[in-house]
T-cell receptor
Framework: KNQVEQSPQSLIILEGKNCTLQ??????????LRWYKQDTGRGPVSLTI?????NTKSNGRYTATLDADTKQSSLHITASQLSDSASYIC????????????FGAGTRLFVKA | DAGVTQSPTHLIKTRGQQVTLRCSPK?????VSWYQQALGQGPQFIFQ???????QRGNFPDRFSGHQFPNYSSELNVNALLLGDSALYLC?????????????FGPGTRLTVT
């Protein structure tokens, strides 16, 4: 069964600290993996995208890694800001004659002053 | 260049009623997907429309139906509403020929069923 699992479910950190969110997937055939940021009550916004051959992708203070062998990805946030408080969702795209996206449940990040 | 827009923003309905949600895709996009997101959960795929036809469907009952118009905009209809249908409904648009399948999401419609 195609699944995307994220951990932790929620996380509280102090402003200025770093954090790492995890994503494990059991999907195939893998096409790409995206991390989205979703503010409360809003639609998700793409942060990074990685294909099978990419190991690392950065977008400002966000750095995503991908290990296609172990089917694991992480999202590292550096020098967190209050505005980083949001849900971070890992999404894997597969292609089976048509594209299909499988969403993780997300990690809820709270950044405190 | 307008992004994905959805209407209405919020909606309150009673059990058993019917509801229609609307979505306008990002300019230039031809594919629209609908998702249901319960509180604290990731989005669940409902269905996808391309060339005015349903191309893929997730595990949702027939009470959920949709339509895509020639201008690529789309509607999601839900009949015989249940309390469990309360959720944020997200519309995402994409370009069929985009091999990365990048989706742009709208702000969502918050549906409350009482």
């Amino acid at each position: 069964k195609n699944q995307v699992e994220q951990s932790p479910q929620s996380l509280i950190i102090l402003e200025g600290k770093n954090c790492t969110l995890q994503c494990n997937y059991t999907v195939s055939p893998f096409s790409n993996l995206r991390w989205y940021k979703q503010d409360t009550g809003r639609g998700p916004v793409s942060l990074t995208i990685m294909t099978f051959s990419e190991n690392t992708k950065s977008n400002g203070r966000y750095t995503a890694t991908l290990d296609a062998d172990t089917k694991q990805s992480s999202l590292h946030i550096t020098a967190s800001q209050l505005s980083d408080s949001a849900s971070y969702i890992c999404v894997v795209t597969i292609y089976t004659g048509g594209f299909k996206t499988i969403f993780g449940a997300g990690t809820r990040l709270f950044v405190k002053a | 260049d307008a992004g994905v827009t959805q209407s209405p923003t919020h909606l309150i309905k009673t059990r058993g009623q019917q509801v229609t949600l609307r979505c306008s895709p990002k300019s230039g996009h031809d594919t629209v997907s609908w998702y249901q997101q319960a509180l604290g959960q990731g989005p669940q795929f409902i269905f996808q429309y391309y060339e005015e036809e349903e191309r893929q469907r997730g595990n949702f009952p027939d009470r959920f139906s949709g339509h895509q118009f020639p201008n690529y905009s789309s509607e999601l209809n839900v009949n015989a509403l249940l309390l469990g249908d309360s959720a944020l409904y997200l519309c995402a648009s994409s370009l069929a020929r985009d091999r990365t399948y990048e989706q742009y999401f709208g702000p969502g419609t918050r549906l409350t069923v009482t």
